[in-house]
């Protein structure tokens, strides 16, 4: 599968910004689940939000919630993230990422996840 991670920028703290992940090359099962991570200079990768394609049951780090929304659009084949209240420690590359059998302990660990997109940048100013 191959995703197109998109909706980067820069923004105002307190602002919003709308991250888009396109899938092809197979259409998502019951099996599936996607998920956003970010990763600044220097850090691991971190864990933002998942979501079970099949159900759309959602998770979300504690540094998010409240405050970003995970969705998912079957027919469209695309993952979004819905970011509010943009904190200056939300500056990062954003990844989306695709897994399949995923556990639910296992939702929040990147190593989880077998496919992922090139990452979109997003600049949280003050």
């Known amino acids: 599968v191959q995703l197109q991670a998109s909706g980067g920028g820069l923004v105002q703290a307190g602002g919003s910004l709308r991250l888009s992940c396109a899938a092809s090359?197979?259409?998502?099962?019951?099996?599936?689940?996607m998920g956003w991570f970010r990763q600044t200079p220097g850090k691991e990768r971190e864990f933002v939000a998942a979501?079970?394609?099949?159900?759309?049951?959602?998770y979300y780090a504690a540094s998010v919630e409240g405050r970003f929304t995970i969705s998912r659009d079957n027919a469209k084949n695309t993952l979004s993230l819905q970011m509010n209240s943009l904190e200056l420690e939300d500056t990062a590359v954003y990844y989306c990422?695709?897994?399949?059998?995923?556990?639910?302990?296992?939702?929040?660990?990147?190593?989880?996840?077998?496919?992922w997109g090139q990452g979109t940048l997003v600049t949280v100013s003050s």
């Open positions: 979501i079970r394609w099949s159900g759309g049951s959602t």
């Open positions: 090359g197979r259409t998502f099962s019951t099996n599936y689940s």
């Open positions: 990422a695709a897994g399949y059998g995923i556990i639910l302990s296992m939702m929040r660990s990147a190593r989880a996840y077998g496919s």
